[in-house]
C-alpha cells in the first residue's frame, strides 16, 4: 500500500469518528455476528475525505455506513468481510437501491453508499448483509431523519 492511499483511508477513518456525535448509528445482535450502522450528511466530511473516498459532498446527500463484526478468541468486536446490499425508502415509498462500495483498510472492513434525501424526511433502510464464508443473510432494518445545515 502507498502512503498516499494509507492516508486517505486514515482521513477518512479520522472523518467518521469526528461526525459520529452528530450521525444516527444503531447496532444489531445475530448471535456470533453484529451489523452496526451509521447515517450522516455528507457535508460533515471534510472536502479533503471526500475527495480522497469519491465521496460527492452536498446538501441532500447523506452517507450509510454499514460494518459487519464478530467477537474475536478474546471477545472483542472484530469486523469482518462479506457483502451488502441494501435500498433506502422515503415517507412516501420511493425506493432507491444503495450502490455500496467495500473500503478496507489492515482490519478495518465497512461498506459505504451515499443517497439523496430530503430535509426533515424519513428515510427508512432495509440493508442485508453477509459475512464471507456465511450461508445466511443478516437482515437490519431502521430509519432515520437528516436536515440541511
Known amino acids: 500500500m502507498n502512503i498516499r492511499s494509507f492516508t486517505s483511508v486514515i482521513t477518512l477513518a479520522l472523518g467518521l469518528l469526528l461526525i459520529t456525535s452528530h450521525s444516527q448509528a444503531g447496532e444489531k445482535d445475530f448471535g456470533k455476528y453484529q451489523v452496526n450502522w451509521s447515517v450522516y450528511p455528507s457535508t460533515f466530511l471534510t472536502p479533503e475525505v471526500a475527495k480522497a473516498n469519491n465521496l460527492q459532498r452536498s446538501k441532500g446527500i447523506g452517507v450509510v455506513n454499514i460494518a459487519i463484526m464478530n467477537d474475536d478468541e478474546h471477545g472483542q468486536p472484530s469486523p469482518v468481510g462479506g457483502q451488502v446490499e441494501g435500498q433506502v425508502a422515503n415517507d ?8 455500496f462500495r467495500r473500503i478496507q483498510e489492515g482490519d478495518a472492513v465497512y461498506f459505504i453508499a451515499q443517497y439523496q434525501y430530503p430535509s426533515g424526511g424519513l428515510m427508512t433502510f432495509n440493508i442485508t448483509a453477509r459475512p464471507t464464508g456465511h450461508q445466511q443473510d443478516l437482515k437490519v432494518r431502521f430509519a432515520h431523519t437528516l436536515f440541511n445545515d
Do not use: T
Open 92 to 99: 412516501i415509498q420511493q425506493i432507491n437501491f444503495l450502490a
